[in-house]
């Protein structure tokens, strides 16, 4: 099953969000810090209500920590960013991908999305608009990856 990794997101209630998109799916939450708020964050907390027991959740202190916890496991990692090369539809998502998703004011780094095996994007018709919210992007990620690896029922 696909795992949802957010490198150093900064809003809590994004990040309550997508931890409750996770919680629903039963889909691995990497957080890889330094964060922009604490774990125990009161906005938090009450964007992923009572679902916290629910989330399958690591925490990684640095990109470092998680590229060995990533080592480990194995997989690929798939950038989403507005740079990004293919569109997230057509992608061809494997079962051990490994989703990232940047901060949300600067997005995945250069470097970080050199590093990536491959990159996707979401479209956008409006080029006035730079980004969608990170909980919605990991939501239409998410699901269009487990709608193509058949998991949409579970």
Not at 7 to 17: C, K
Not at 64 to 91: C, D, L, M, P, T
């Amino acid at each position: 099953m696909p795992r949802v990794v957010l490198i150093q997101p900064e809003i809590p209630p994004n990040t309550g969000n997508v931890a409750r998109t996770c919680a629903a799916t039963r889909t691995e939450l990497h957080l890889v810090g330094p964060l922009g708020f604490e774990i125990g964050d009161r906005d938090l907390k009450r964007a992923g209500l009572d679902y916290w027991p629910y989330v399958p959740l690591k925490y990684h202190r640095d990109l470092e920590a998680f590229k060995r916890y990533h080592r480990h496991w194995g997989g690929r990692w798939i950038g989403f960013s507005k740079r990004g090369e293919e569109n997230y539809v057509q992608f061809q998502y494997q079962a051990d991908d490994w989703l990232l998703f940047g901060r949300e004011t600067t997005g995945l780094s250069p470097e970080l999305l050199a590093a990536c095996d491959a990159t996707t994007s979401i479209p956008m018709s409006e080029p006035g608009v730079r980004s969608l919210n990170l909980s919605v992007s990991v939501g239409i990620g998410l699901l269009e990856a487990r709608r193509q690896l058949g998991f949409l029922d579970q």
